[in-house]
């Protein structure tokens, strides 16, 4: 599946680089220690600006999905209909992240499933985080 190129900020440049380490990257806060993504400049739930940036162990669960029949996404176009499953990291199911599942046929996606993370090298050289079932 062809995918859009992406251009991090500098918010969220620490999770990409940590994506082209093969590594899942998360914002936590120092001071009340709940993780957080998409990256913001500040903790939303004590709004502290003293946040790091963790690595989580990569592991996740399906815990929904759609099909997509009519993307507006001229490079997606060709791939249709497609999968986008929700997956909750382990670490904190309130962290969801979304992926087309590489391998899974449309509208076969096994909800409740437990997915790893794998990265997918873009075109203009950025990784970016996949899902795929685990064995």
Same mark, same amino acid.
């Given at each position: 599946m062809s995918k859009?190129?992406?251009n991090p900020d500098e918010l969220s440049q620490p999770f990409w680089d940590g994506a082209n380490d093969n !590594? $899942? *990257?998360i914002q936590n806060c120092i001071t #009340? &220690? !709940? $993780?957080q993504h998409p990256p913001e400049a500040e #903790?939303?739930?004590c709004e502290n600006g003293e946040l790091e940036w963790k690595e989580m162990s990569?592991?996740?669960k399906i815990y929904n999905y759609v099909v997509v029949y009519d993307c507006p996404v001229r490079t997606l176009q060709e791939d249709q209909p497609? &999968?986008?499953a929700v997956v909750m990291l382990n670490e904190d199911p309130g962290i969801q *992240?979304?992926?087309h599942l590489p391998g899974v046929p449309a509208d076969e996606v096994p909800v409740g499933s437990d997915v790893e993370v794998i990265f997918e090298k $873009?075109? &203009?050289g950025q990784h970016v985080p996949e899902w795929k079932i685990s064995n």
């Open positions: 859009q190129g992406v !590594k $899942l *990257m #009340c &220690n !709940k $993780l #903790c939303r739930d990569g592991k996740g497609f &999968n986008v *992240m979304y992926s $873009l075109p &203009n």
